[in-house]
């Protein structure tokens, strides 16, 4: 029998304890042998486990994930860590697990999965050498369906033309559906034009 039902029961027929609540009851068992045992046992609850964090980063990116429990839990994560904070830079979507347990010594378990997305890869065509006074189209490539392009002249669009007077280097940043970016940069050099001098010395042939 159970000094207190509340906290755990036991089968009189088979002898097994059923934990309810927290706290402690006196267990008393007599075999069909005659065989008597009392003894007092205290139940605990595992504790309650969560984890917090950013769990969706770009390719190259990293997050911290926090595993969140009572006072007193500690941490085992499936990447070795046992503190409650961990730093992760997945390559590829990978879900993380930690055990958290309490100062009973009884566990529970949480997970995150962390998505990677995939950031686009900028790079910049067009021809990098001009003479003064020329101007050439500079093309943002790299970016798919819905990119964004923010090139640092304030264009917008994926394609510019240009008439830079001095060598001048141009950048575009681009900004793909997931919120992933990439930027590229090229240099375009100006040559200056040559100079002809006619001179009133010159032989004129007729």
């Known amino acids: 029998m159970s000094s207190n039902t509340a906290i755990a029961t036991i089968n009189e027929v088979t002898g097994l304890v059923t934990p309810i609540s927290p706290g402690s009851a006196t267990i008393s068992y007599t075999t069909n042998c005659g065989l008597s045992s009392t003894m007092t046992i205290y139940v605990s609850i595992p504790p309650s486990l969560g984890i917090s964090g950013t769990n969706t980063i770009c390719s190259g ?3 911290v994930l926090t595993a969140l429990g009572p006072v007193g839990t500690t941490y085992s994560w499936s990447t070795g860590a046992n503190t409650s904070s961990i730093t992760v830079a997945p390559s590829s979507t990978t879900t993380y697990l930690v055990t958290g347990t309490n100062i009973d010594g009884c566990s529970t378990q949480a997970s ?4 990677v997305n995939a950031a686009p890869t900028a790079a910049i065509s067009g021809t990098n050498t001009i003479c003064s006074g020329g101007s050439t189209t500079l093309i943002a490539t790299g970016g798919g369906g819905g990119t964004t392009y923010a090139w ?24 793909n559906t997931a919120g992933c970016t990439s930027q590229a940069s090229r240099t375009v050099t100006v040559n200056p034009t040559p100079s002809v001098t006619a001179s009133s010395n010159s032989p004129v042939v007729l």
């Open 61 to 63: 990116g990293s997050t």
């Open 112 to 115: 995150s999965t962390v998505t």
């Open 152 to 175: 640092n002249t304030g264009a917008t669009t994926f394609a510019i033309p240009v008439s830079p007077t001095v060598t001048t280097t141009y950048s575009v940043t681009l900004t």
